[in-house]
């Protein structure tokens, strides 16, 4: 069974910074991505930043580009999304994706459609 678990969402102010974690387990494919997304009341789902977990290929969305940094610790199975300079219209229920995939895959034109997610953690920034 898979599990897909997010951790370190809070309430920070305007410029600050936050760690997201997100624990997968029980996922048995090789080739497979990871990912970030986002949703504000009222929006739809939007992509953040992913992962192709075999490499060191990422992808970001422009709205993050240069603030935001996607990386992993293979050991723990574990993906991270380091958020700086946060702004206020950062802020939105993060959750975490996987899929199997190959590397091109992993990118944010690419269907996530999938059925492991996690149940998100809530980033509030405040201005």
């Known amino acids: 069974q898979v599990e897909v678990v997010e951790s370190g969402g809070g309430t920070v102010q305007a410029g600050g910074s936050l760690r997201l974690s997100c624990a997968v387990s029980g996922f048995s494919y090789s080739n497979y991505c990871m990912g970030w997304f986002r949703q504000a009341p009222g929006k739809e789902r939007e992509g953040v930043a992913t992962k192709y977990v075999g490499g060191y290929s990422t992808y970001y969305a422009d709205s993050v580009k240069g603030r935001f940094t996607v990386s992993q610790d293979n050991a723990k199975n574990t993906l991270y999304l380091e958020m700086n300079s946060l702004k206020p219209e950062d802020s939105a229920m993060y959750y975490c994706?996987?899929?199997?995939?190959?590397?091109?895959?992993?990118?944010?034109?690419?269907?996530?459609?999938?059925?492991?997610w996690g149940q998100g953690t809530q980033v509030t920034v405040s201005s």
């Open positions: 994706a996987v899929k199997p995939g190959r590397v091109y895959e992993c990118s944010l034109v690419y269907s996530w459609h999938t059925d492991y």
